[in-house]
């Protein structure tokens, strides 16, 4: 994801609604998340699609990874020789 330009990249609800499609073309141009304000504080982000969906795949590959971290901390890991066995058994 781009750096956030705060000067271009946060605006107030007001303004954001006065210019829509602007906002749209923007983001979707830049792929950098505009944040919303609502009375001086942050209130929404807005972005492009596939800048969420990449964030949204990292989040899931770190929380594999965590989950990995426990499974092993805990003795539950398995070796390699043991899964090429079991593709073995089922190909």
Same mark, same amino acid.
């Given at each position: 994801?781009?750096?956030?330009?705060?000067?271009?990249?946060?605006?107030?609800?007001?303004?954001?609604?006065s210019?829509? $499609?602007?906002?749209?073309?923007?983001?979707?141009?830049?792929?950098?998340?505009?944040?919303?304000?609502?009375?001086?504080?942050? $209130?929404?982000?807005?972005?492009?699609?596939?800048t969420?969906?990449?964030?949204?795949?990292?989040?899931?590959?770190?929380?594999?990874?965590?989950?990995? /971290?426990?499974?092993?901390?805990?003795?539950? /890991?398995?070796?390699?020789? $043991?899964?090429?066995?079991?593709f $073995?058994?089922?190909?």
């Amino acid at each position: 994801m781009h750096n956030i330009q705060i000067d271009q990249d946060i605006q107030p609800l007001s303004e954001f609604r006065s210019k829509v $499609a602007f906002y749209f073309e923007n983001i979707k141009k830049h792929k950098r998340p505009l944040i919303i304000t609502q009375n001086g504080k942050g $209130a929404a982000v807005l972005l492009n699609v596939s800048t969420y969906q990449a964030m949204v795949d990292k989040i899931e590959m770190l929380e594999d990874i965590k989950l990995a /971290e426990e499974q092993i901390g805990g003795g539950q /890991e398995i070796t390699h020789h $043991a899964v090429k066995q079991n593709f $073995a058994k089922k190909g």
